[in-house]
């Protein structure tokens, strides 16, 4: 062969790498997003899907430098691609088959996380990260500039990685959907591995096709193109689902993100408040300030969500002033569409809400929300005893702060951590249920710091639904980790997977 020749045959070989690179991390972006809806986000999952997706790219290395080594050709490229395109494929399949399993058992959610991706991705995976060390070995043989060759390579396959990173992130999932994404990766993997198996046999590219052709009948008659997400933005799976059952009369919408329920309005009644731990946060502005303040408060949101309790201010107390720091834009949009939040009574920023709060006037705010919490994917920057101190700086005297997380019952490390955080820039903390259940689970505790005490340990509703609520600081005292045992949080140290460990390794995290 010519020298031309060569070069154009090792430049062919390079972009097979890229790409095959590149179609590896759109499937490893993507694989958090399919799974998102049954484990949420966490660095558990995580950690989960680039260990697998890692695991199966090793060994896939492995293999293809074995097959080097033993004479294997172009073709064993244009196989393992084409498998790798046939196995992306099934994955979407293979969710529908694995997904209601896993969730008819008693496994805990890193150990869901780990089988999901493993089920999905390991095969893709493996097959895709035999192309590179095969075809570095090939076009070794047609140039013997080894450091050359082999670090082009690297290069290539390093770059491809960073290409399918980054535009997946920012582009395809948002405007394509997961679904669509693992297909177009499929079919580009096809593409790439049909040059490379020119000259086969009839009947293997026949035989090709029919498994091509039976994996497309497969995903398409299970539901795996079937898209669980409304829409599907950078950060969340989205769904609005009829909650019309929760309410008492009349209709009901509510905001899915990821699997979380994450807030319910109701159609007719702005002011109806149905979840129990919005009730008691709205509530706890009742107590904590006189009537007669109600109607001139400031009140700064970090995160929007479903906008209810936004919503609610603005309907019951039309002179109060609502900021929203809501991070998804996407989220604004489908409340305002699908579950009856007008905007303009809001001042909305879509962006961080530690960052919005930083850039707002000292003691601007006489109420502080944190709302932001994704199930148990916690914010860390929203925890610590830097965000407790830049929430105090903002408050008027006298404001209030509230919170919400869920955490395990009886011994909620996370809520004690957070106590402890809190309690180093505020007089009173107070821990909030509505009722202390009679064995342990997931919960979700309400948490109030301030420089003025709330009086009652007994909080009855003022208004909406007949509830009560009760302090249970002293009760988590006398249970289970003592206050004092427990880190204080800072934006250098912030284990909250740590103090969450009995939800993710217990069935009730899913």
Request: net charge neutral.
């Amino acid at each position: 062969m010519s020298v031309d020749s060569n070069r154009a045959r090792i430049a062919w070989y390079g972009v097979t790498v890229f790409l095959s690179s590149a179609v590896l991390l759109v499937l490893e972006i993507t694989a958090g997003r399919l799974i998102a809806p049954y484990v949420g986000v966490t660095i558990y999952s995580w950690t989960s899907i680039i260990g697998v997706i890692l695991a199966g790219l090793s060994l896939g290395n492995w293999i293809g430098g074995r097959w080097a080594d033993r004479g294997a050709g172009e073709r064993s490229t244009g196989i393992a691609l084409a498998l790798a395109a046939v196995f992306s494929l099934l994955s979407l399949w293979l969710l529908t088959i694995v997904a209601p399993t896993l969730q008819a058992s008693s496994i805990n959610l890193i150990g869901a996380s780990f089988l999901y991706v493993s089920c999905l991705f390991f095969l893709p995976a493996l097959l895709l990260g035999i192309p590179t060390p095969l075809l570095t070995t090939l076009a070794l043989r047609l140039d013997a500039r080894t450091g050359h060759v082999v670090g082009r390579m690297h290069a290539l396959a390093a770059l491809g990685s960073i290409v399918g990173t980054f535009v997946t992130g920012f582009i395809l999932i948002q405007y394509l959907g997961s679904r669509a994404v693992v297909s177009l990766s499929s079919l580009l993997l096809l593409l790439l591995a049909l040059p490379y198996l020119r000259g086969a046999p009839r009947r293997a590219l026949a035989a090709l096709l029919l498994v091509v052709a039976a994996s497309i009948a497969l995903t398409r008659g299970g539901d795996g193109f079937t898209n669980p997400c409304d829409r599907e933005s950078s950060y969340f799976c989205l769904r609005v689902v009829d909650a019309s059952a929760d309410a008492p009369f009349g209709n009901a919408r509510g905001l899915v993100l990821d699997h979380l329920l994450h807030g319910i309005n109701h159609a007719e009644d702005p002011g109806m408040l149905i979840s129990p731990y919005v009730h008691l946060m709205d509530e706890l502005v009742q107590q904590h300030f006189h009537a007669g303040e109600l109607d001139g408060l400031h009140y700064f949101f970090a995160g929007g969500g479903s906008y209810t309790q936004p919503r609610a201010i603005r309907y019951l107390t039309p002179g109060a002033s609502v900021t929203v720091a809501e991070l998804d834009p996407l989220v604004t949009e489908i409340a305002a569409r699908d579950l009856y939040v007008d905007p303009a009574g809001l001042e909305i920023h879509h962006g961080d809400a530690r960052a919005l709060l930083s850039r707002r006037a000292p003691g601007e705010f006489d109420v502080v929300v944190t709302d932001a919490f994704h199930d148990i994917a916690i914010p860390y920057h929203l925890v610590t005893l830097e965000y407790a101190r830049l929430v105090r700086s903002r408050l008027k005297d006298g404001g209030l702060f509230t919170t919400n997380v869920v955490d395990a019952f009886p011994d909620p490390k996370m809520v004690k951590s957070l106590v402890n955080t809190l309690r180093r820039e505020f007089a009173h903390v107070d821990v909030w249920l509505d009722q202390v259940p009679p064995r342990p689970q997931r919960l979700t505790y309400v948490i109030s710091a301030s420089e003025r005490r709330i009086e009652n340990d007994l909080l009855r509703a003022s208004r909406g639904f007949e509830r009560s609520w009760l302090r249970i600081n002293e009760p988590l005292a006398a249970t289970g980790t003592p206050f004092d045992s427990l880190p204080v949080f800072s934006d250098d140290f912030v284990p909250v997977e740590r103090m969450i460990s009995n939800l993710l390794l217990t069935r009730e995290g899913l």
